[in-house]
């Protein structure tokens, strides 16, 4: 092993001060690297934890395996931590590893343009900068998916986003109504259900959901984790923890598993023994396989809908009047507030900007299908551009932070014979990717996202863009890189 001293200095840029933009940069500063920056176009760390703000906002995987492994934080005030939490958390961490300083705030990179040089960049003040490495940690959900509903801009109350949150919105003895019924849309009913009016939840495909406990940890608790940091261990790296993962990848992988019978069955029991009227429970009823579309981990959704104040309406939207929602039957839901919980354009990753590669290719034509990158991470004719939470990794309650450590243990890996001064640049070879993403579909399409409903997994020929193998394979493989898998000049 070379000495960091004997090794070659690169210079690296990260895109996005979000959870794995700051991974990256606590890597590379704890192996001595020096000649980082981080650009971030908004004016705060945090991505997707900044952007959404809304009320009832939380993780859906547990606080303590929902951190760095170096970094475990005793102080979680519950088992699912809210959004703010989480953000101060990063924030909190970012300060411990003293990497603000990276940080640029409010620049978004406009352009790189990959040349012998390595990578040029175009910045939104016009300026410029170069990289030899560039590292996006763009994010996977981002941008908004705002649906074309007719007459929304004559709607006469408020009507926004979910990930656009009018911070100090009073609900209270409003009339809302929120559309969507992922994660986002049965978190925000539970939260407001009880200080508005009432609220509508237009919630066209019902989900599954999965009855997981919540609960807030004592003062004692918390003093515990701090003087037994075994303890936080016990909870992230777990049997409880681990096996209730490898179940559920089992059953996503191999719908037809006793794993997956037996989450059924938890769903099934729940909607049957929470839901008292049996017509409100044949509209909740999904019409899909379990876990097909995001599985969604709610105590109180089923309690909340069955909330005098709560409407479920599953019809489908006509139109938007100033008034408020009109379905397809007729009925008009008059409302002050409207709630676009319609989730994200998922397949964005790190565009709208521009990336030009080698041989002048173009990222944005390149994926004008479908993003793809070799095992999540890298994409041919694209040296030493990497990626965190890219294209086709595992996604489906896992923890992110999770998977981004470990591409980042695989990142690492392909720079090392750069690092060592015997090339400059590294990138999977086309061939590569065509024969990974052949194998990827074909197992991908076995999975249960594949088995019968719409959703953010899906890509344009309704094949899941996701890891389809399983979470021991995705580790094994991002622990031992296969170099000779890739060009290197
Ligand atoms: P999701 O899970 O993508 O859910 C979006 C919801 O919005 C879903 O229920 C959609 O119904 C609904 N939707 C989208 N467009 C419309 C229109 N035009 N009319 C009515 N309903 C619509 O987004 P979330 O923000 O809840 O969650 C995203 C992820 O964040 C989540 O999986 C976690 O990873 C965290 P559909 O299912 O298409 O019938």
């Not at 606080?63 to 475990?72: C, G, I, L, Q, V």
């Not at 919105?169 to 009339?175: A, E, H, L, Q």
């Not at 591409?407 to 086309?430: K, M």
């Amino acid at each position: 092993m070379e000495t960091p001293s004997a090794q070659r200095r690169l210079r690296y840029v990260i895109i996005g001060a979000g959870m794995a933009g700051l991974l990256a940069a606590i890597k590379l500063q704890e192996r001595g690297e020096a000649d980082i920056t981080i650009y971030e176009k908004g004016d705060s760390i945090g991505g997707t934890w900044r952007e959404n703000r809304y009320a009832g906002l939380t993780c859906d995987v547990p606080a303590h395996a929902y951190t760095y492994s170096f970094a475990p934080n005793p102080d979680w005030s519950r088992f699912f931590a809210s959004g703010a939490e989480i953000k101060r958390y990063f924030e909190a961490v970012a300060v411990r590893y003293n990497i603000t300083r990276f940080i640029h705030f409010n620049t978004e990179i406009m352009s790189c343009t990959h040349t012998t040089a390595g990578w040029e960049l175009t910045l939104n003040d016009g300026s410029h900068d170069r990289a030899d490495v560039v590292i996006a940690a763009t994010g996977v959900l981002h941008h908004p998916n705002i649906p074309a509903l007719e007459g929304i801009e004559e709607f006469a109350g408020e009507a926004f986003h979910s990930a656009r949150w009018k911070d100090g919105i009073s609900f209270s003895g409003r009339r809302a109504g929120i559309i969507g019924g992922g994660s986002t849309g049965v978190q925000l009913l539970c939260a407001l259900v009880e200080g508005a009016d009432h609220v509508v939840h237009f919630n066209r495909s019902p989900q599954w959901i999965m009855p997981v406990k919540d609960f807030a940890y004592s003062a004692e608790e918390r003093r515990m984790f701090r003087e037994n940091p075994q303890l936080i261990e016990a909870i992230r790296n777990g049997e409880e923890y681990w096996n209730g993962v490898m179940r559920f990848n089992k059953a996503i992988i191999e719908p037809d598993s006793p794993e997956m019978a037996e989450i059924e069955a938890i769903l099934l029991q729940n909607l049957e023994q929470s839901v008292t009227s049996p017509e409100l429970r044949e509209k909740l009823r999904p019409t899909y396989r379990a876990a097909c579309k995001r599985l969604i981990y709610s105590e109180r959704y089923y309690e909340s809908i069955q909330n005098p104040k709560a409407i479920l309406e599953t019809d489908a939207i006509a139109r938007i009047e100033p008034k408020g929602v009109r379905m397809k039957s007729g009925v008009l839901h008059e409302l002050d507030v409207l709630v676009l919980a319609t989730g994200f354009k998922a397949d964005r990753f790190v565009r709208p900007m521009t990336v030009l590669g080698q041989n002048g290719a173009d990222l944005n034509q390149v994926w004008a299908k479908r993003p793809t990158a070799y095992l999540a991470v890298s994409i041919p004719q694209f040296p030493n551009f990497f990626l965190l939470n890219g294209p086709t990794g595992p996604v489906g309650n896992f923890s992110l932070i999770d998977i981004a450590e470990r591409q980042w243990g695989y990142i690492e890996q392909l720079l090392e014979p750069i690092r060592a001064g015997r090339f400059s640049q590294v990138a999977p070879r086309p061939e590569t990717l065509a024969d990974y993403e052949e194998r990827r579909k074909v197992a991908a399409r076995k999975t249960v996202f594949a088995s019968g409903c719409t959703s953010w997994y899906l890509d344009d020929e309704g094949i899941p863009s996701t890891w389809p193998w399983s979470y021991s394979r995705f580790a094994e493989e991002m622990a031992h890189a296969r170099l000779e898998e890739y060009d290197y000049a």
